[in-house]
């Protein structure tokens, strides 16, 4: 077994993440008010267009993860950068809300082609052994993570400076001039970077029609609802309990940092258990940081259970794309990858409206435990997983035969 270019890929992909993540997922939150003044919008139509855009990336990206399987990540990945940069440039000049809801439709297919989960198809074969695989996708990560740090206040210092509209066209040169070169030119088939005698895989029909798969994927769906909808209804419920608003804010900021560390964590965590037996660690992690901010009196105990839930969020990030590697090889792995995607997806963006519902009908206490509870259902069920049986392997076609176009 050789690897050639993955440290190349793995650079290049780190780069790439940290600009598409900025601008595609974290600065749309600094053009709310200007846009809302343009617009005349308010905040809840706005971000319906943000919100179904991810709704949008979820579907699309099952039809992108069997196409990287097939074809590699060259021409899909280029073309959505560039397709990114024409519609930043397009929402830069959108004169009504409709026309907001049509770029951004647009932009999820975008994200489904340039964000985490292609990037992780793409490590996960330029990677066979699953310790390097863990390296390249915890630098990814960690790369990733300092997204929103950098383009949150770049964005907000090129609004102030020439108002959002050429923001935006700012932010789409920076998009263009970093993605798609690394994209043109950096990425490759896998099979031309990587030479491995007869990988073993489990064919992708095989593995979706497994209960296996189905409940690890259940468990990351509901450790990611609960972790999403705890990140929008902490402060209120720490304000309720009698802090400052700026107290509490910078509280629930820690979650945020908190995944960094968390991400470090991970590979030596991975190393000792197996995959799904690693990913009910993690959810037991967020279970637990979850139980202490509800439980505990406020105070740095509450710090305690906003850290160790950051931490276990920022694993779960790595658990559930190691996870499938380890489990069903990378020879289907971005349809399988796709599927499971496609569901944590959909939690993350419908956790924070059905919490909020869920809130005004019962109380923030009533909330968070239950928050704590799909938590901890997540673990069992990521336990579970870890006794069924797994679909049999099989060795891979020579890669003339699973690379060609069909």
Known sequence: MRVRRAPVVTGALSVTELVSWGILYYAFAVFLAPMGDAL????????????????????AGVAVGRHLDRRGPRGLMTAGSVAGVLLVLAWSRVESLTGLYAVWLGIGVVMATVLYEPAFTVLAKHHPHP?????????????????????????????DAFGWRD????????????????HAFALGDPEEDVRVAAPVSAPAGDVLRSGGFWLLSAGFVLATAAAMAMMLHAIPF??????SVGWAAF?????????????????????????????????????????????APVGPLT???????GAGNGMATLARATALADLYGTGAYGTIAGVAAAATTAARAGAPVLA????????????????????GCAALLALRAGVTRRPAGRTAAPAAATTAPR
Do not use: K, N
């Open 40 to 59: 005349g919008a308010s905040a809840a139509q706005l971000a319906g267009a943000f919100s179904a855009g991810i709704l949008v990336s979820a579907v």
């Open 131 to 159: 310790g390097d695989r863990r390296r390249a996708m915890t630098i990814l990560t960690l790369v990733g993570a300092l997204a929103s740090f950098i383009f949150l206040p770049l964005s907000q210092l090129l609004v």
């Open 167 to 182: 923001a935006l066209v700012a932010l789409a040169v920076v998009l263009g001039v970093v993605t798609v070169p690394l």
């Open 238 to 243: 720490l304000v309720e309990r009698g802090v």
């Open 251 to 295: 509280a629930v900021g820690l979650v945020g940092v908190s995944q960094i560390p968390g991400r470090l964590l991970f590979g030596p965590i991975a190393a000792r258990l197996a995959p799904a037996t690693a990913s009910a660690a993690v959810f037991g992690l967020v279970a637990a940081g979850l139980a202490i901010v509800v439980a």
């Open 303 to 309: 710090v305690v259970g906003l850290v160790t839930l």
């Open 356 to 375: 909020a519902l869920v809130a005004a009908a019962t109380g923030y206490t009533v909330l968070l435990w239950l928050l704590v509870g799909l938590a």
